[in-house]
């Protein structure tokens, strides 16, 4: 069963802070990592994905991936309270074409 | 460009009834993905397709749902009979081509309560 996992939160931060989010996998193989943000009563929109080993960032967003330890996070950097959504990883596992979602990390963005 | 669209944006229905959801991709792209999104059970892929062909219907939960797409620009998922644990947002999502690179590009979904 290849999952993904992340933490239901809610994450509480306070404007301007870094929000950290997790996400670990369990597919070694997986090749490629998405981030979306689904704002309540809303689509999932794409943020960024990351496919290398490292940090790749994209204005106050900024991914990390670590294949060996099988995590992958998003920081956002001076959290503002239109932040808050929940944040969902996907993984694009070996062997096939379709995501797979975590069940997301709900953020508040405290003013 | 137009995104995904998807009709009805909400649906409701009772028990036994069959509801038909439907979505238009954005034009060109190649892949075709229906979700269900619940409170417990997150985001849900239940079926996809490629070039208009089902390739993993894996996650179809049971006889009672089936999905086609005649054509590039129109598929429908269809619940037969319909029942109250279906209720949920489902979406549909379509993506350019067959790269682990590619972005999923999520329609505004359709609620569906089923009384």
């Known amino acids: 069963q290849k999952e993904v996992e992340q933490n239901s939160g809610p994450l509480s931060v306070p404007e301007g802070a870094i929000a950290s989010l997790n996400c670990t996998y369990s597919?070694?193989?997986?090749?490629?990592f998405f981030w979306y943000r689904q704002y309540s009563g809303k689509s999932p929109e794409l943020i960024m994905f990351?496919?290398?080993?490292g940090d790749k960032e994209d204005g106050r967003f900024t991914a990390q991936l670590n294949k060996a330890s099988q995590y992958v996070s998003l920081l956002i950097r001076d959290s503002q309270p239109s932040d808050s959504a929940t944040y969902l990883c996907a993984v694009f596992p070996s062997g096939t074409y379709k995501y797979i979602f975590g069940t997301g990390t709900r953020l508040k963005v405290l003013a | 460009d137009a995104g995904v669209i998807q009709s009805p944006r909400h649906e409701v229905t009772e028990m036994g009834q069959e509801v038909t959801l439907r979505c238009k991709p954005i034009?060109?792209?190649?892949?075709l993905f229906w979700y269900r999104q619940t409170m417990m059970r997150g985001l849900e892929l239940l079926i996809y397709f490629n070039n208009n062909v089902p390739i993993d219907d894996s996650g179809m939960p049971e006889d009672r749902f089936s999905a086609k797409m005649p054509n590039a620009s129109f598929s429908t998922l269809k619940i037969q009979p319909s029942e109250p644990r279906d209720s949920a947002v489902y979406f549909c999502?379509?993506?350019?081509?067959?790269?682990?690179?590619?972005?999923?590009?999520f329609g505004p979904g359709t609620r569906l309560t089923v009384l």
């Open positions: 990351i496919y290398s080993n």
């Open positions: 597919d070694r193989g997986s090749q490629s």
């Open positions: 999502a379509s993506s350019p081509r067959g790269r682990w690179t590619d972005t999923q590009y």
């Open positions: 034009s060109g792209h190649d892949y």
